[in-house]
């Protein structure tokens, strides 16, 4: 069955920096949109940003833009945030998913991801 298996979150100060990696297994990754949202207590699950099945698109949310990269290594099935800057508006349970048909439209819709993992805490302190 498909897996997707998140880890690097923790406990880190305000502007530093985590890598989250994401694994996938049971489905054909490079034919799969990657995206990562996350959910902090009391709110709905918001994207955070996507990447297209071979690299080359891109999209985030605004309010991480310029402080958080995504990428992919089709190879070892991986899709990676890297999250600089950080801030304490960005502590959540942060969410890998994969999207079988990612578009400029979709992207961004919880709807349009057929698998999640199980999320990786990621809390941030002053």
């Known amino acids: 069955q498909v897996q997707l298996v998140e880890s690097g979150g923790g406990l880190v100060q305000a502007e530093g920096s985590l890598r989250l990696s994401c694994a996938a297994s049971?489905?054909?990754?490079?034919?799969?949109?990657m995206g990562w949202f996350r959910q902090a207590p009391g709110k709905e699950r918001e994207f955070v940003a996507a990447i297209s099945w071979d690299g080359r698109r891109t999209y985030y949310a605004d309010s991480v833009k310029g402080r958080f990269t995504i990428s992919r290594d089709n190879a070892e099935n991986t899709v990676f945030l890297q999250m600089n800057s950080l801030k304490l508006e960005d502590t959540a349970v942060y969410y890998c998913a994969a999207n079988p048909r990612m578009y400029s439209g979709n992207y961004a819709r919880r709807d349009e991801y057929a698998y999640w993992g199980q999320g990786t805490q990621v809390t941030v302190s002053s």
């Open positions: 049971g489905l054909t990754f490079s034919n799969y949109g």
